[in-house]
């Protein structure tokens, strides 16, 4: 749980670093902070229940810092779709970065196919409004990083986007 913490962590520094709007990077940069702080936090409990043994006072202390570790991961994974939607600079030839850009990319091009479905098949009841059985779920960025198997330790992979160009626009 910890190191993938820190991977998310990681992933929220990219993704702030190349943002091209500043209050979604200092948002961003602030979530990330709070994951790492809470990430470390979780290490330092867990090494210290190792080592003091089964108690159920530090079972309920693990178990605390885990949902608050999943909560903040939840937070940042908000924050970088986010800066996703506002758009990202093209990334230096660093392959890392370049996989975290083009790993939202492919996020921003799942969710302008969805919203264009929706607008195109959008069911619409008496008062004009969007009927909500049967509509399916906005995709996020937990969801694609869950749907998809890593190919890296860090971040799944997809094509590169090409160079020259913004990973994304700034409109929608």
Known sequence: MVSN???????GNILAKHCL?????MELLRATEHTQSIS????????????TGESKASSELLL??????????????RAAEAACVKGLRQPPADPEEEEVAAFC??????????????ALNSDRDELGLRK????KAEPTLMFLGQEQPPQSKTIPKHPSPRKGHMVMDRHL
């Open 40 to 51: 470390s936090q979780l290490g330092i409990v867990a090494r210290v229940k190792a080592v």
């Open 5 to 11: 913490g820190q991977v998310v962590v990681k992933f």
């Open 21 to 25: 709007d500043q209050r979604c990077s």
């Open 64 to 77: 605390s810092n885990v949902q608050n570790l999943i909560q903040a991961v939840q937070y940042v994974l």
């Open 132 to 135: 909500t059985q049967g509509a």
């Open 105 to 118: 990319q492919q996020w921003r091009k799942n969710l302008t196919q969805h919203r264009a479905k929706e």
